[in-house]
Nanobody, 120 residues
């Protein structure tokens, strides 16, 4: 059974930084492309970033490009998302997903999410 557990969210001021983590289990992590998606209050899921299984190729939504960095540690079965220069519009629940799709894959397994709130 795929299990994904996100952590690292919190309340941060505009311009601040956070590092999200996603601990994966129940599948061979090193062979799976992974993604981060987010959902702001009252809005639908928004794709944020995708990384291939080896970590060599990364893709970002235009809204986060240059500010967020996706990475992974296959030895630790962990996915990361470094969030820098945060804006109020980045406020959302962030989910990691077992998906190599550059975009939203509705049926992709996701974790329970970690809340990021950007506010002064």
């Amino acid at each position: 059974e795929v299990q994904l557990v996100e952590s690292g969210g919190g309340l941060v001021e505009p311009g601040g930084s956070l590092r999200l983590s996603c601990a994966a289990s129940g599948f061979t992590f090193s062979t799976a492309g992974m993604s981060w998606v987010r959902q702001a209050p009252g809005k639908g899921l928004e794709w944020v970033s995708t990384i291939n299984n080896g970590g060599l190729y990364t893709y970002y939504a235009d809204s986060v490009k240059g500010r967020f960095t996706i990475s992974r540690d296959n030895a630790k079965n962990t996915l990361y998302l470094q969030l820098n220069s945060l804006k109020t519009e980045d406020t959302a629940m962030y989910y990691c997903a077992k998906s190599d799709v550059i975009g939203i894959r509705e049926d992709a397994p996701r974790g329970q999410g970690t809340q990021v709130t950007v506010s002064s």
